[in-house]
C-alpha cells in the first residue's frame, strides 16, 4: 500500500480522536477540505488494517497500533521535506542575480542578534573573512531586538546555476556551526595594534 497524503492526513484524525468510527471520519475529512465517501474511507481503513497500522476498538471504531503511528511520524517528515523541497524550487526561479554584472535579485538568510551580541558577532564575520569561507557578504539593519544580519543563501547559487542551465536538486540537509577560536581573535587584535568600533566594523559588512 503506498500511503498518499490523503491517508497520511486519515491517521492524523484518527490518532487525535481515538478510537473513531468511519462516519465522524468522513465528516472530519470534508471538513479539511477533502471530497471523500464513507466507502472509501472503508476501503481505506480496511488497508490500514491490513498494514497493522489501525485496529479496531469493538463498539467504538478505529485506532492507531504502535506501527501506525510509527508510520505516521515517517510521513510528517517526508511530508515536510517535500515542502521544503517545493519552497526551494520556488525560491530558485526567482534569483536573477548574475554575478558577471553583479546584478539581480538574491535569497538571503537572516538572523536576529540582540544587542549584547552584536560585537561578538561582527568579530566573527572578521574570523571567516580570513579563513577559507570568506569574505562574507553581509547586510545589517537595526530592528527592535537588535541587528539583522543577513546573509545570501546557498540557494542564490543553485538560483545562478539553474540561469546557466544547470539544475540541483536537494539530498539532504544539515546545520554547520562554526565556533571561532577566541585566543586567535586576541592575538590578531593585539598584533594590529588597533581595534574596530561595532559601527566601525557594521559598515565593513554593509552592502
Not at 8 to 24: A, V
Not at 126 to 146: I, Y
Request: charged letters at 30%; hydrophobic letters at 35%; a positive charge.
Amino acid at each position: 500500500m503506498d500511503i498518499d497524503r490523503r491517508t497520511y492526513d486519515l491517521m492524523r484524525l484518527i490518532r487525535e480522536n481515538e478510537p473513531i468510527g468511519s462516519i465522524r471520519l468522513v465528516d472530519l475529512m470534508n471538513r479539511h477540505g477533502y471530497s471523500i465517501k464513507s466507502r472509501t474511507i472503508r476501503l481505506i481503513l480496511s488497508e490500514l488494517d491490513e498494514k497493522a497500522f489501525t485496529e479496531k476498538v469493538p463498539g467504538k471504531g478505529r485506532k492507531l497500533t504502535a506501527a501506525g503511528r510509527a508510520e505516521l511520524g515517517r510521513g510528517n517528515i517526508a511530508g515536510r521535506f517535500g515542502h521544503i523541497r517545493e519552497k526551494i524550487v520556488t525560491l530558485t526561479s526567482q534569483v536573477t542575480y548574475d554575478p558577471v554584472e553583479d546584478a539581480g535579485e538574491v535569497v538571503a538568510g537572516s538572523a536576529v542578534v540582540p544587542h549584547d551580541s552584536v560585537d561578538e558577532a561582527l568579530s566573527v564575520l572578521d574570523d571567516l573573512a580570513d579563513s577559507s569561507l570568506g569574505p562574507v557578504v553581509t547586510a545589517t539593519d537595526a530592528v527592535d531586538e537588535g541587528v539583522r544580519f543577513q546573509f545570501p543563501s546557498s540557494i542564490t547559487l543553485d538560483g545562478v546555476l539553474l540561469s546557466r542551465g544547470i539544475n540541483t536538486t536537494l539530498k539532504t540537509a544539515g546545520l554547520v556551526e562554526y565556533r571561532s577560536t577566541p585566543g586567535n581573535r586576541r592575538r590578531r587584535e593585539k598584533s594590529s595594534g588597533t581595534s574596530m568600533s561595532s559601527t566601525a566594523r557594521a559598515r565593513r559588512w554593509t552592502w
